[in-house]
């Protein structure tokens, strides 16, 4: 079983995405959870949703970084519940610190639709274990503000620590600054944090997990956090 939550905020248009993916995926129903409310009920896994929650005022993510129900999201996600952020939901999750860095705008300075090839870098995460490491996948991308920026010595500890999970390359593989969309540093397109628990991801997998989408390569996503799941519970 997989108890699900996908956190609303006033201008998520991902949400019902992720839940529709979730349930036919998991076949466990998705519970939708309101901004303004003050706590998450029990769940083997929180989502942030893509969109642009408040209007991406400020900066994409900062107020709802600090919305009522990101309290008790930030004390579940340090607690051990996993936590997945796509696109928006990256951005708060970099906003509220339960990720570093943060997502500026494409070098491009447009908005960028398509699909993208991602590298998966690492398949020991909580939501990457029925990948395998060096796989290449297609996801789509949809945003403006997806260049991920972080200091030498952040960047630096995060390759060392396996935490860069997708990164931006060709068909192929191979990695270059011409494969990135948006101008993110060292290509990086998702990282999770040390117990690879939390992941935040501006690719958007909940768009192609079934054939009538158009391919199948953001699924494993949530079959792995199903499978993680599960093993939690054995």
Same mark, same amino acid.
Request: aromatic content about 8%.
């Given at each position: @079983?997989?108890?699900?939550?996908?956190?609303?905020?006033?201008?998520?248009?991902?949400? %019902?995405?992720?839940? #529709?993916?979730? =349930?036919?995926?998991?076949?466990?129903?998705?519970? @939708?959870?309101?901004?303004?409310?003050?706590?998450?009920? !029990?769940?083997?896994?929180?989502? /942030?949703?893509?969109?642009?929650?408040?209007?991406?005022? /400020?900066?994409?993510?900062?107020?709802?970084?600090?919305?009522?129900? @990101? %309290?008790?999201?930030?004390?579940? !996600? &340090?607690?051990?519940?996993?936590?997945? *952020?796509?696109?928006?939901?990256?951005?708060?999750?970099?906003?509220?610190?339960? +990720?570093?860095?943060?997502?500026?705008?494409? !070098?491009? /300075?447009?908005?960028?639709?398509?699909?993208?090839?991602? &590298?998966?870098?690492? $398949?020991?995460?909580?939501?990457?274990?029925?990948?395998?490491?060096?796989?290449?996948? %297609?996801?789509?991308?949809?945003?403006?503000?997806?260049?991920?920026?972080?200091?030498?010595? #952040?960047? $630096? %500890? +995060?390759?060392?620590?396996?935490?860069?999970?997708?990164?931006?390359?060709? &068909?192929?593989?191979?990695?270059?600054? =011409?494969?990135?969309?948006?101008? !993110?540093?060292?290509?990086?397109?998702?990282?999770?944090?040390?117990?690879?628990?939390? +992941? *935040?991801?501006?690719?958007?997998? =909940?768009?192609?997990?079934?054939?009538? /989408?158009?391919?199948?390569?953001?699924?494993?996503?949530? =079959?792995?956090?199903?499978?993680?799941?599960?093993?939690?519970?054995?």
């Amino acid at each position: @079983m997989l108890r699900a939550s996908v956190i609303v905020f006033p201008g998520s248009n991902c949400d %019902r995405d992720v839940k #529709t993916a979730l =349930e036919r995926i998991t076949g466990f129903p998705v519970k @939708m959870v309101w901004h303004g409310d003050a706590s998450v009920p !029990a769940s083997d896994l929180i989502v /942030l949703p893509g969109g642009f929650s408040y209007g991406d005022y /400020l900066r994409c993510g900062a107020m709802a970084a600090h919305s009522p129900i @990101m %309290r008790d999201v930030i004390a579940k !996600a &340090k607690a051990g519940t996993p936590v997945l *952020g796509i696109c928006n939901g990256f951005q708060i999750l970099c906003e509220s610190g339960l +990720l570093p860095g943060v997502l500026m705008r494409n !070098a491009s /300075l447009r908005f960028i639709c398509r699909d993208v090839y991602l &590298k998966v870098e690492t $398949d020991k995460t909580f939501f990457t274990n029925t990948y395998r490491a060096g796989e290449v996948i %297609r996801v789509p991308i949809a945003h403006a503000e997806g260049n991920y920026f972080a200091d030498a010595e #952040t960047l $630096d %500890r +995060l390759e060392g620590e396996g935490q860069v999970v997708f990164r931006y390359c060709d &068909k192929d593989g191979s990695v270059s600054a =011409e494969t990135s969309p948006n101008g !993110a540093q060292r290509n990086i397109a998702g990282i999770a944090d040390p117990t690879g628990r939390i +992941l *935040g991801m501006m690719p958007h997998p =909940e768009r192609l997990y079934e054939d009538p /989408l158009g391919g199948t390569d953001g699924r494993r996503i949530f =079959e792995s956090a199903l499978v993680s799941a599960v093993a939690a519970m054995a």
